[in-house]
């Protein structure tokens, strides 16, 4: 069954937890889809975890729309929402154009972080029929002001803060909202406040949902694992492995062997 926003939303009613990953190419979002992964994301951060960057800052539209082409070619019954990189909807213009863009390489919606300040950008378009995934907290795309990636929810003012993009968030329209690095009880409260969905990364239990970088719990960005990050498993060890048996088997003349011949 094709996962829409009318599921998710439902799910939320019928207390059903929402399972999310990030996915940056064909393959991985396939395998994705056969478990049953219902919402996958092509986040901006491939910068870090697929193009070498240290921050989101540097991923380009062009680059989101590579990856999201990927991801949408396979077809997934999961639903593929698309970042909007950094500078891309910063006037309610710009977002329009950027987002049609995405939804033309194949993305079912889009996501954009802010509160308050983007919900005329959101309004703008839902209006024109693009559905928007709201992204309120931590937001990885504003660490140059913040500096650096703060845990938000721990004062009363941060409190009053999240709760003002919520509630702004679901006026202009959002469909859901990723709550990051937020304060669990904090993020708890929110999820029981609002009527759409929220999915959880580095926000505790109480979220309709969960999120994780791919990479991350896959284990395949070893050099650095977030607080919030469960490893699943160890991808890059194995990767070592197996890379270093095939270079010693060629420079030991194993491989190729007589079974990988034609004749």
Same mark, same amino acid.
């Given at each position: 069954?094709?996962?829409?926003?009318?599921?998710?939303?439902?799910?939320?009613?019928r207390?059903?937890?929402?399972?999310?990953?990030?996915?940056?190419?064909?393959?991985?979002a396939?395998?994705?889809?056969?478990?049953?992964i219902?919402?996958?994301?092509?986040?901006?951060?491939v910068?870090?975890?697929?193009?070498?960057?240290?921050?989101?800052?540097?991923?380009t539209?062009?680059?989101?729309?590579?990856?999201?082409?990927?991801?949408a070619?396979?077809?997934?019954?999961?639903?593929? @929402?698309?970042?909007m990189?950094?500078?891309?909807?910063?006037?309610v213009?710009?977002a329009?154009?950027?987002?049609?863009?995405?939804?033309?390489?194949g993305?079912?919606?889009?996501?954009?972080?802010?509160?308050?300040? @983007?919900?005329?950008?959101?309004?703008?378009?839902?209006?024109a029929?693009?559905?928007v995934? /709201?992204?309120?907290?931590?937001?990885?795309?504003?660490?140059?002001e913040?500096?650096?990636?703060?845990?938000q929810?721990?004062t009363?003012?941060?409190?009053r803060?999240?709760?003002?993009?919520?509630?702004?968030?679901?006026?202009?329209?959002?469909?859901?909202?990723?709550?990051?690095?937020?304060?669990?009880?904090?993020a708890?409260?929110?999820?029981?406040? @609002?009527p759409?969905?929220?999915? /959880?990364?580095?926000?505790?239990?109480?979220?309709?949902?969960?999120?994780?970088?791919?990479?991350d719990?896959?284990?395949?960005?070893?050099?650095?694992?977030?607080?919030?990050?469960?490893?699943y498993?160890?991808?890059?060890?194995?990767?070592?492995?197996a890379?270093?048996?095939?270079?010693?088997?060629?420079?030991?003349?194993t491989?190729?062997g007589?079974?990988?011949?034609?004749?």
């Open positions: 069954m094709k996962i829409t926003i009318h599921e998710l939303r439902q799910m939320k009613q207390g059903e937890k929402i399972v999310a990953l990030t996915a940056y190419d064909f393959f991985t396939r395998i994705m889809d056969e478990v049953g219902h919402l996958i994301l092509v986040g901006d951060s910068g870090m975890a697929v193009l070498g960057y240290e921050n989101t800052l540097r991923v539209m062009e680059e989101m729309l590579h990856h999201t082409r990927a991801v070619r396979a077809k997934p019954q999961a639903l593929v @929402v698309a970042d990189p950094f500078l891309s909807y910063a006037t213009e710009q329009l154009q950027n987002a049609g863009r995405l939804i033309q390489a993305a079912e919606a889009v996501k954009l972080e802010g509160g308050v300040t @983007v919900a005329p950008q959101v309004r703008a378009l839902v209006a029929g693009i559905p995934l /709201g992204h309120i907290g931590l937001l990885p795309q504003s660490i140059l913040t500096g650096g990636y703060k845990v929810g721990r009363e003012a941060s409190v803060a999240l709760q003002d993009d919520a509630l702004a968030l679901v006026e202009a329209g959002v469909f859901g909202l990723v709550l990051e690095g937020i304060v669990s009880s904090v708890g409260a929110i999820t029981r406040a @609002v759409v969905p929220t999915i /959880g990364i580095g926000a505790g239990r109480d979220c309709d949902g969960q999120i994780l970088v791919s990479n719990m896959l284990g395949l960005f070893t050099w650095f694992t977030p607080k919030h990050a469960k490893r498993a160890n991808l890059a060890e194995e990767m070592r492995r890379f270093a048996a095939y270079k010693k088997e060629v420079s030991d003349g491989f190729p007589y079974e990988h011949a034609f004749r």
